[in-house]
């Protein structure tokens, strides 16, 4: 029987580890199934202030599974973010408040996300998490009969255009070089749950009225992500969180882009298609 304890941190959302440092993370053979169990269950692990530095962030990943490697970075096991013009993707990361799946265009999305605060914004700059699970569970038996036939089409151009609606010709054969990427409205895991899939790469749904499958994915993000859905974790630096991407979408909150709020992102790989 394991002794780690936890709170929760919302109704549908998130726990608080508690009683775990950087130590027992590395070191308690417990620890990788109870959290790859914990965060199948809630979502969202927080381990607050934490204090984690780079080197532990990624020996507790490879823990856990195999991890995306960033070349751009001299870490590649580490992705900042941030909007630091020094910071070679930070022209992706405009897009990041709207709610999303991290590699919603690749076939096989990351199977998690570990993500530190380095240096915080002093307003906002929080990040949000809801249930694609919940999204799924709270259809109506219509909607799921409905929905399990359609499938919506992914792009970078989708996703960019909402941060810059007026592209340059070259951001815009920049966008257009990423592949656009089918995916089913409906994930059924191999866990036996189904999620939706939706989120800022979602720009139609293949076979319906262009405006209709926009209001229509509109409306399933909206749901998924009224605020009583949502857990909103407001950044201490040192505090490090851990999402399951498969059934949640995330975003970050507005803050003053020209502040140096900077998060370090170690990813796990996926291992399961979305089908
Ligand atoms: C990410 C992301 C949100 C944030 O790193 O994938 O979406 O709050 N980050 O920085
Ligand atoms: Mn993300």
């Not at 195999?66 to 405009?94: C, H, R, T, W």
Request: hydrophobic share 40%; aromatic share 8%; net charge negative.
């Amino acid at each position: 029987m394991s002794d780690i304890t936890f709170e929760k941190l919302s109704d549908n959302v998130g726990i608080e580890v508690l009683d775990v440092d950087v130590d027992r993370l590395l070191n308690d053979d417990e620890i990788p199934a109870w959290c790859l169990d914990a965060l199948d269950t809630y979502g969202v692990l927080l381990f607050r202030e934490l204090n984690a530095d780079d080197d532990a962030q990624v020996a507790f990943g490879r823990r856990l599974g195999e991890l995306v490697k960033f070349p751009q970075y001299a870490n590649p096991e580490v992705m900042e973010i941030s909007f630091d013009p020094a910071n070679p993707s930070a022209k992706y990361f405009g897009a990041n408040d709207h709610w999303h799946l991290d590699g919603s265009l690749d076939e096989i999305p990351a199977k998690a996300s570990i993500m530190s605060a380095r240096v915080i914004a002093a307003v906002g700059g929080e990040t949000e998490f809801a249930s694609t699970y919940a999204a799924y569970d709270a259809l109506t038996e219509t909607e799921k009969r409905r929905f399990a036939e359609l499938r919506v089409a992914h792009s970078m151009s989708g996703v960019q255009s909402r941060a810059n609606p007026n592209p340059t010709p070259k951001q815009a054969a920049d966008w257009a070089r990423w592949p656009v990427r089918e995916h089913p409205l409906v994930w059924n895991h191999e866990n036996g749950r189904c999620s939706l899939v939706f989120g800022a790469t979602a720009a139609h749904v293949v076979d319906m009225d262009l405006d209709e499958g926009k209001a229509l994915l509109l409306d399933l993000e909206q749901r998924a992500t009224a605020p009583d859905r949502v857990y909103r974790h407001t950044w201490t630096v040192g505090d490090m969180v851990m999402w399951d991407n498969r059934g949640l979408v995330h975003r970050a909150c507005e803050f003053d882009r020209s502040e140096p709020r900077r998060m370090h992102r170690t990813t796990l790989a996926g291992e399961e298609a979305i089908g």
